[in-house]
């Protein structure tokens, strides 16, 4: 059981729009900053989003990040089939004192 | 460029002491905001975060692993240890490590990951 919490799949159609949620508490996404990766079948994870809505260099705008209170959100527009991967919130949390993930969330483009 | 890579065996027997080595390059291990982390991901399952540290040698450990994990660093090796003693099969992952920002704690830079079995 994670901390923090992410539906295990989503799916939707190319060119449409999809959002992954990762609900946590105060201690965690309440208080501190949420980061997104991106785990490609069969490749290590790829920081995709930092400080709940910040993208890194050379990731597509089409990623985007929010977070309302002690949950956040991953959208993604434009979807491509080469966006089908895993999905993983994480955040610092207060109280264990330790770094958080979500379950993740398998993302499948029909 | 920053790069990571993880080495150390590919299978230990139950009971034994599993101990992994992340050579950096592209950053210095005594630079004030960063640091290196260890996370896992057993096969078909999620990623588990595992440990960090920082330049100032703060370190912080997995709640439920804590008793048999230690981590350490030799800065002029560009290096970070990980230990974690009495290997069990339901160890059995892949084990990466990655440069972490000390404000955030976001992962940036991830080495390409290293399996490791546990088996008699």
């Known amino acids: 059981q994670s901390v923090l919490t992410q539906p295990p799949s989503v799916s939707e159609a190319p060119r449409q729009r999809v959002t992954i949620s990762c609900s946590g508490s105060?201690?965690?996404?309440?208080?501190?900053?949420v980061n997104w990766y991106q785990q490609l079948p069969g490749k290590a994870p790829k920081l995709l989003i930092y400080?709940?809505?910040l993208l890194p260099s050379g990731v597509s705008d089409r990623f985007s990040g929010s977070k309302s209170g002690t949950s956040a959100s991953l959208a993604i527009s434009g979807l491509q089939s080469e966006d089908e991967a895993d999905y993983y919130c994480a955040a610092w949390d207060d109280s264990l004192n330790v770094v958080v993930f979500g379950g993740g969330t398998k993302l499948t483009v029909l | 460029q920053v790069t990571l890579k993880e080495s150390g065996p590919v299978l230990v027997k139950p009971t034994e002491t599993l101990t992994l080595t992340c050579t950096v390059s592209?950053?210095?291990?005594?630079?004030?905001?960063?640091?290196v982390s260890w996370i896992r991901q057993p096969p078909g399952k999620a990623l588990e975060w595992l440990a960090h540290i920082f330049s100032n040698d703060e370190k912080s450990y997995s709640t439920s692993l804590k008793s048999r994990l230690t981590i350490s660093k030799d800065t002029s090796k560009s290096q970070v240890v990980l230990t974690m003693t009495n290997m069990d099969p339901v160890d059995t992952a892949t084990y990466y490590c990655?440069?972490?920002?000390?404000?955030?704690?976001?992962?940036?830079?991830w080495g390409q990951g290293t399996l490791v079995t546990v088996s008699s």
């Open positions: 592209g950053f210095s291990l005594s630079n004030a905001r960063m640091g």
């Open positions: 990655a440069r972490t920002h000390s404000d955030g704690y976001n992962l940036d830079y």
């Open positions: 105060s201690s965690n996404i309440g208080n501190n900053a």
């Open positions: 400080y709940d809505d």
